[in-house]
């Protein structure tokens, strides 16, 4: 990405590569109540394999692609239903400017009305966010330059995160461990 203006690049130490499952924020007084709900989710579910397949481009964000087993959408179903009534309704400055594009497409406009999350529910596309582009008329060029190859791993734990600019994973709160 060294020819290319981005916003941020993972690199593991700044910039933590994570599949987000639902992106969200809360007031202080349900933060105890959100760890205590991820930690029950976890509780539930055994870990699983995720295999990861090649790039997309939306927009200015180049996705390394999950595909989008049944294990991985419960996981996905289960973090939304127990954090989502926990958001009050809390939609953030970044939110509204997002409301107030015009190109963003509708339906993630409403998904982020109801959810503060632009890929809740049926716009739901489990990746791993590799960068941002500083000029969308970009990504494609920059996306062709990625070699994609199949991988693998085990997802193993939950994480309770930040949620930095552009999306990004900067800092872990707590974890919680899937069933072995």
Same mark, same amino acid.
């Given at each position: 990405? $060294? #020819? @290319?203006?981005?916003? *941020?690049? %993972?690199?593991? /130490?700044?910039?933590?590569?994570?599949?987000?499952?639902?992106? #969200?924020?809360?007031l202080i007084v349900n933060l105890k109540r959100v760890q205590e709900n991820l930690?029950?989710?976890?509780?539930?579910?055994? /870990? @699983? #394999?995720? #295999?990861?397949?090649?790039?997309? !481009?939306?927009?200015?964000?180049?996705? *390394?692609? +999950?595909? &989008?087993?049944?294990? %991985?959408? &419960? =996981?996905?179903h289960a973090v939304l239903e127990t954090l989502h009534p926990l958001r009050e309704?809390? %939609?953030?400055?970044?939110? $509204? /400017?997002?409301?107030?594009?015009?190109? !963003?497409?509708?339906?993630?406009?409403? &998904?982020?009305? /109801? *959810?503060?999350?632009?890929? +809740?529910?049926?716009?739901?596309?489990?990746?791993?966010?590799?960068? $941002? =582009?500083?000029? *969308?008329?970009?990504?494609? +060029?920059?996306?062709k330059l990625l070699q994609a190859q199949a991988m693998t791993f085990t997802a193993?734990?939950? =994480? =309770?995160?930040?949620?930095?600019?552009?999306?990004?994973? &900067?800092?872990?709160?707590? $974890? @919680?461990? %899937?069933?072995?």
């Amino acid at each position: 990405m $060294r #020819d @290319f203006k981005t916003k *941020y690049v %993972l690199d593991g /130490q700044t910039y933590h590569p994570h599949i987000t499952l639902y992106q #969200d924020h809360y007031l202080i007084v349900n933060l105890k109540r959100v760890q205590e709900n991820l930690e029950k989710v976890a509780e539930k579910v055994s /870990q @699983f #394999d995720i #295999d990861m397949h090649n790039f997309s !481009v939306i927009s200015v964000f180049i996705f *390394y692609d +999950a595909e &989008n087993s049944a294990e %991985l959408l &419960n =996981l996905y179903h289960a973090v939304l239903e127990t954090l989502h009534p926990l958001r009050e309704g809390i %939609l953030t400055a970044a939110d $509204r /400017q997002i409301l107030a594009d015009p190109r !963003v497409p509708e339906k993630f406009k409403q &998904n982020i009305q /109801q *959810y503060a999350y632009a890929f +809740a529910k049926e716009s739901y596309i489990p990746h791993v966010s590799i960068t $941002r =582009l500083v000029d *969308y008329q970009e990504a494609e +060029a920059a996306k062709k330059l990625l070699q994609a190859q199949a991988m693998t791993f085990t997802a193993h734990e939950l =994480l =309770l995160t930040n949620v930095g600019d552009d999306g990004t994973c &900067n800092d872990i709160y707590a $974890r @919680f461990q %899937l069933q072995s």
